[in-house]
């Protein structure tokens, strides 16, 4: 499979407690976006790496969220102190370098968080 | 977060029926896209618009992108079961700047295909 790859597909936590989501992107794509979806609504952007270079981050990102492409490959998306209300689907989407055109982002099939 | 206007948010219809939605938005995008979601799933990628005005085909899918760049419609014809899921539009500004390329979703139509 070439795909976006992302693991855990699901994650339950008790409130409180830290959890990481790891981010598979398509190979040679340098573009790496992490987005968020809560129930009956469309995925909201998070935050935007170019290669390593974390270029972008939404304000629905707060401090403690973070997130990491260290060697600009797989990317890294971690939640401290996790709340209630970061239940949601949190995706990945890849997409290749391209001049002129934008390029279609190819999502994963994103990771469930539930917090309890 | 901005999310664009999506309509209808649901549809019920019967196999074999045409279906229609659309997308508007206050502000001018530069690519517009169309993603089906499956429950449990990521979207998947349907059909990408790069020029006000393109209507562009994909099997029993049409798309166009308007040519005020503010809207986008997509057409399904012939429906049938297994098109039901979630119909998510998408705008995307030029990658150039500090937009990145990242995209800007519709709150979704969910389509379900009697047989």
């Known amino acids: 499979d070439t795909g976006v790859s992302q693991n855990p597909r699901h994650k339950i936590t008790k409130r409180g407690q830290n959890v990481t989501f790891r981010c598979d992107p398509i190979?040679?794509?340098?573009?790496l976006y992490w987005y968020r979806q809560t129930l009956g609504q469309g995925p909201e952007f998070l935050t935007y790496f170019q290669n390593e270079a974390q270029l972008e981050k939404s304000r629905l990102l707060s401090d403690r969220f973070s997130a990491e492409r260290p060697k600009g490959s797989f990317s890294t998306l971690e939640i401290q102190r996790t709340e209630q209300g970061d239940s949601a689907m949190y995706l990945c989407?890849?997409?290749?370098?391209?001049?002129?055109?934008?390029?279609?982002?190819?999502f994963g099939n994103g990771t469930r968080l539930t917090v309890t | 977060g901005q999310q664009l206007n999506q309509s209808p948010q649901s549809m019920f219809i019967q196999e074999g029926e045409d279906v229609s939605m659309n997308c508007t938005s206050s502000s001018i995008f530069n690519t517009w896209l169309w993603y089906k979601q499956d429950p449990g799933e990521g979207p998947v990628l349907l059909i990408a618009l790069y020029k006000a005005g393109e209507l562009t085909s994909n099997g029993r899918l049409t798309a166009q992108f308007g040519i005020t760049r503010k809207d986008s419609f997509l057409n399904i014809s012939a429906s049938i079961p297994s098109d039901v899921g979630i119909y998510f539009c998408a705008g995307q500004l030029r990658a150039g700047g500090t937009s990145y390329g990242k995209l800007t979703f519709g709150q979704g139509t969910i389509l379900t295909v009697h047989p």
């Open positions: 190979s040679e794509h340098n573009r």
């Open positions: 989407a890849s997409s290749p370098p391209r001049t002129g055109l934008n390029s279609p982002l190819h």
